[in-house]
């Protein structure tokens, strides 16, 4: 907007994601500059006049500086912003999903987990923050907790033990779980926040929350993000 001001997305505890025009952001002298740059935790003090908020001043709290020094883990921090704009609305409380990607940038940037899995817990978490929360308590038929075999039935969101997987439906995209991945969905769903990163996974069972994740996430927001695309070209 102009020369040197702008419009950016924050994210928000109470208001959701809102936009704010900054102005003199571009000018390389402004405080704001850095406060509101792309992954900075910052303290706004705006105004709102009508339906606009205009920035008053700032207080930059956390600034992800890390994340750009590994472009992968960038882009995949890129892509987490770009679910959180086009899912949470503006003007009502976004339920801790600012502390879900403060959580989440944090970990991407300290590398202490394999970034294939802080992205399909964050798939996995925010989805349920969206009200899309898989039901994978129990088998959906029979109520069973534990069983030799586990299927989790991707459209419906549900899990089925091996007995009650016959009644599954020939159109229904179905992921045959390893015990590790099943433990592993029920702790990205039902974990407190501040304990979600607290377990590690490697292998198939990695491989297969990877794919459930990314596409429970992608069949129920229907929307294509190109930040996704851009991600996975850089790992092709
Ligand atoms: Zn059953």
Do not use: W
Request: glycine share 6%.
């Amino acid at each position: 907007m102009g020369e040197s001001d702008k419009f950016i997305d924050v994210l928000t505890d109470d208001f959701g994601v809102i936009e704010i025009s900054v102005r003199g952001a571009r000018k390389g002298t402004s405080k704001s500059s850095s406060a509101t740059q792309l992954f900075a935790y910052s303290l706004f003090c705006v105004n709102k006049r009508g339906e606009r908020y205009y920035l008053n001043s700032i207080e930059p709290i956390k600034i992800f500086y890390g994340l750009r020094e590994n472009i992968d883990r960038l882009s995949l921090a890129m892509y987490f912003a770009d679910i959180i704009k086009f899912t949470v609305s503006s003007e009502s409380p976004s339920g801790n999903i600012l502390r879900l990607f403060l959580n989440s940038l944090h970990m991407l940037e300290s590398e202490k987990r394999d970034e294939t899995l802080i992205k399909a817990i964050f798939e996995l978490r925010i989805m349920t923050k969206l009200g899309f929360m898989p039901s994978i308590a129990v088998c959906e038929d029979c109520a069973v907790y534990e069983a030799e075999k586990f299927f989790f039935i991707l459209d419906a969101g549900i899990l089925k033990c091996g007995n009650c997987a016959s009644e599954i439906g020939q159109s229904s995209r179905v992921y045959a779980l390893t015990p590790s991945t099943l433990k592993a969905m029920r702790h990205i769903v039902f974990a407190d926040l501040d304990n979600i990163f607290s377990f590690n996974l490697k292998g198939e069972s990695l491989k297969i929350l990877e794919q459930i994740t990314e596409e429970y996430l992608i069949l129920h927001i229907d929307i294509r993000l190109k930040t996704l695309d851009f991600y996975k070209q850089l790992k092709a």
